[in-house]
C-alpha cells in the first residue's frame, strides 16, 4: 500500500508542477499586431494599438508576408516618427514573428520596406509592469467604462490562477483520496 500511495504523491506533484507552468503562461497575452489584418498595409495600427493593454510577459505576433514586409525595432521615437530605419534595433523578416515584451516602457516598430513607414505602416507599443492596474489610462476620456475588447484580456488573466488552483485541488483530490 505504501508504494501506491508514493505514485500517487508524486503523480500530484507532476501535475501541480504542469498546472502552475500552464497558469504562467495564461497570464501573458499574445497581440497579433494589426489584428485580423495583420502587419499589412491596409492595417490602422494607431487604432488597433490604442484597444490593447500590453503587459510585462505578453508577446507581439507579427503575421506578414515574408518578402514583401519586414519588422524593424526603432530605438526612439525620434527614428519612429521620420522613419529613420537606419538606426534600428533589431530587423526581422521571417513572416511570423514573436517580440516578447520583457520590461515597461514603449517600443517602436516600423515596416522595413521602401515606402511602407512613411504610408502609415508603424506601431508604437507602451508595456506597463505585469501587475498594472487594468483601470483606462486616459483621464480625458468623456465614459468611464472601457470598451469589451479592452477588457476581455483582463478577465482572462485575473481568472487564470483561480482556474488553476481549483484544478489543482481537484485533481490532488481525486488522486490522493
Given amino acids: 500500500m505504501e508504494g501506491v500511495l508514493g505514485y500517487k504523491?508524486?503523480?500530484?506533484?507532476?501535475?501541480?508542477?504542469?498546472?502552475?507552468?500552464?497558469?504562467?503562461?495564461?497570464?501573458?497575452?499574445?497581440h497579433v499586431v494589426g489584428g485580423s489584418q495583420g502587419w499589412e498595409e491596409s492595417?490602422?495600427?494607431s487604432s488597433w494599438a490604442s484597444t490593447q493593454k500590453f503587459?510585462?510577459?505578453d508577446q507581439l505576433v507579427f503575421k506578414y508576408t515574408s518578402g514583401l514586409?519586414?519588422?524593424?525595432?526603432l530605438g526612439s521615437e525620434s527614428a519612429y516618427k521620420s522613419c529613420d530605419i537606419g538606426s534600428s534595433v533589431n530587423s526581422l523578416n521571417g513572416g511570423n514573428n514573436v517580440v516578447k515584451l520583457n520590461k515597461p516602457g514603449t517600443r517602436y516598430f516600423v515596416c522595413g520596406t521602401l515606402g511602407h513607414?512613411?504610408?502609415?505602416?508603424?506601431?508604437?507599443?507602451?508595456?506597463?509592469?505585469?501587475?498594472?492596474?487594468?483601470s483606462p489610462?486616459?483621464?480625458?476620456?468623456?465614459s468611464s467604462s472601457p470598451t469589451s475588447t479592452s477588457t476581455a484580456p483582463s478577465?482572462?488573466?485575473?481568472?487564470?490562477?483561480?482556474?488553476?488552483?481549483?484544478?489543482?485541488?481537484?485533481?490532488?483530490?481525486?488522486?490522493?483520496?
Avoid: N, W, Y
Fill in 9 to 30: 504523491v508524486l503523480f500530484a506533484l507532476v501535475v501541480v508542477m504542469v498546472a502552475l507552468i500552464m497558469s504562467e503562461e495564461a497570464l501573458a497575452a499574445q
Fill in 43 to 45: 492595417a490602422d495600427f
Fill in 55 to 57: 503587459k510585462v510577459g
Fill in 69 to 73: 514586409h519586414s519588422v524593424v525595432e
Fill in 117 to 134: 513607414c512613411d504610408q502609415g505602416m508603424k506601431v508604437k507599443i507602451t508595456t506597463v509592469a505585469a501587475d498594472a492596474s487594468d
Fill in 137 to 142: 489610462t486616459s483621464s480625458s476620456s468623456s
Fill in 155 to 177: 478577465l482572462s488573466r485575473s481568472f487564470a490562477p483561480v482556474v488553476s488552483i481549483s484544478l489543482i485541488f481537484t485533481l490532488l483530490f481525486l488522486v490522493l483520496f
